[in-house]
């Protein structure tokens, strides 16, 4: 008796987790996936359902998913046992240092409620207990000091970590685009066969376009799940015709901080976000609306060589820029 099957979809809705990463999954050869005859979509078996419930149960333990498909992979428990050990000896260290942090707020709290009825900066300079605390972020040049600046410096370790050192800030110039929407199960497949299709029956790489590949969601994923869209836009020459069902479009271009991410590491976008948002030259240009991702846009990098190089279907994406639109910060 064969065992019951689900859609993508199915098991997008039942365990949170958007098609685009399903795929991205099969594609690191961390679940399969099979075809019912008559069906064109990709369904799921029970085993790819548990097997995906240990990725959801390893990523939230903050396990990579190298690590997870080395932890999986191994026909014994070694592997697992080795990642694990290096996984708690990292937490170890974290928490040694929000130790450290949780020290030094209660101590600043203290201070304040001894001198609440003033300004919180008068109390937080004057006050030489409160000041005394700062030595910790300086080298240490007495012995009982050099505790407390390690503390410190695997806390600055821990943060330095998370933020990004690669932004870079680049200029995309403005193109006609052949754009392509879908909006339902698996949106960026099924628009990024369409734009594929179009690549291939134009030859588009013999016509000098530059050929680079935007996307975006269209509309973003709703919070409580469910259906979305996705839409592609590929560079074109300017007289070029578009087919239907493709939009031939203008891309005006404009100034953007770019990082490169992996496909699948789509995370890093809080991170970008949040370098723009503390940068001191630039501030967020973007569309206010979060249908079209604030006007945040995907680049899937090198897609001249790989449509080339892919006979059929949708070439595999290895790297993308995640771009945010920015304009130069008016100092007043």
């Given amino acids: 008796m064969e065992r019951e099957l689900m859609t993508v979809t199915q098991v997008s809705h039942m365990l949170g987790l958007s098609t685009r990463m399903l795929r991205y999954y099969e594609q690191k050869g961390l679940i399969a996936s099979r075809r019912q005859a008559g069906y064109a979509y990709r369904m799921y078996d029970e085993e790819a359902v548990s097997r995906l419930r240990q990725i959801i149960l390893l990523r939230r333990l903050r396990l990579s998913l190298e690590q997870i498909g080395q932890a ?18 990292e937490l170890d260290g974290e928490r040694e240092a929000l130790k450290a942090v949780r020290d030094i707020l209660g101590e600043l709290l203290e201070a304040l409620k001894s001198r609440y009825w003033m300004p919180a900066g008068q109390t937080l300079l004057e006050n030489s207990r409160v000041m005394a605390l700062t030595e910790a972020f300086a080298p240490p040049q007495l012995k009982q000091e050099k505790e407390r600046a390690r503390k410190m410096e695997e806390l600055t370790r821990a943060e330095e970590a998370a933020k990004l050192k690669d932004v870079r800030i680049v200029h995309l110039p403005a193109s006609a685009v052949a754009a392509a929407r879908y909006a339902g199960p698996e949106p960026e497949n099924h628009a990024g066969q369409m734009i594929a299709d179009f690549a291939r029956r134009s030859r588009l790489w013999e016509t000098g376009a530059s050929m680079r590949l935007y996307g975006f969601n269209s509309p973003n994923p709703p919070p409580e799940g469910g259906e979305y869209g996705y839409e592609f836009w590929l560079t074109i020459p300017e007289d070029m015709e578009v087919p239907p069902p493709l939009e031939k479009k ?22 970008l976000a949040r370098w723009v948002e503390e940068s001191e030259e ?7 609306t979060p249908e079209d991702m604030f006007g945040g846009l995907e680049e899937h990098l090198n897609y001249y060589d790989h449509i080339r190089s892919t006979a059929e279907g949708e070439p595999e994406t290895v790297q993308l820029d995640l771009l945010v639109p920015v304009k130069a910060h008016v100092r007043e």
């Fill in 250 to 271: 203008h891309f005006p271009g404009g100034t953007y901080a770019a990082h490169c991410i992996r496909m699948g590491d789509f995370h890093q976008w809080a991170w």
């Fill in 72 to 89: 999986l992979g191994d026909p014994t428990a070694q592997e697992a046992i080795r990642i694990f050990q290096g996984k708690l000896a």
């Fill in 282 to 288: 630039y501030d967020e240009n973007g569309s206010g």
